[in-house]
């Protein structure tokens, strides 16, 4: 239907109010595409930061039970002069139970360095050397003296106390 405008020619509403429509679903279109990218952004910020909280609590809890596992691992290797070796002992089944609650309950197992590997100074500390003439062995582990303690796969607690070859 046309009907005169201010200027006197013929307009068509219909059309004008069709156009002015699709203009403003236009625009919430974008504003509605733009609250779904800020809500994906607000979720990844809310993972990013619940996983840094995370990672932060982690570090706390290893720091304060930090002198516990120095003290249990201490325990361990006294047991040692208890006759500890021994599985069949008090100190043997005692130090056996020790290793178990450690590995169960804070991830926590003794391990040793191979004779013959390579002297890694993040998982071995070097006690004494042993001296060689041959060069192939310069710089490999010679013997553990005492185990060293891993938290999961590669958390080292404490080293392994290691004899390392060295040439002369």
């Not at 909280?53 to 290893?62: F, I, K, M, P, V």
């Amino acid at each position: 239907m046309d009907r005169p405008g201010p200027d006197g020619g013929g307009t068509d509403l219909v059309g004008s109010i069709g156009a002015v429509q699709a203009v403003a679903l236009e625009r919430l279109a974008s504003r509605v595409d733009e609250l779904a990218r800020l809500r994906r952004h607000d979720t990844q910020l809310v993972d990013r930061l619940h996983a840094e909280n995370a990672r932060l609590r982690s570090g706390e809890l290893t720091e304060a039970m930090a002198p516990l596992l120095r003290g249990l691992i201490r325990l361990h290797d006294q047991m040692g002069s208890l006759g500890a070796d021994d599985p069949q002992s008090v100190a043997g089944i005692l130090r056996k139970q020790l290793l178990q609650v450690l590995d169960v309950a804070v991830d926590v197992r003794p391990y040793t360095a191979v004779p013959g590997g390579t002297f890694d100074p993040a998982r071995h500390l070097g006690v004494r050397r042993v001296p060689t003439d041959d060069p192939g062995r310069d710089g490999t582990i010679a013997r553990t003296v005492r185990p060293g303690f891993v938290r999961g796969e590669t958390t080292v607690v404490r080293p392994a106390e290691t004899e390392v070859y060295r040439s002369r």
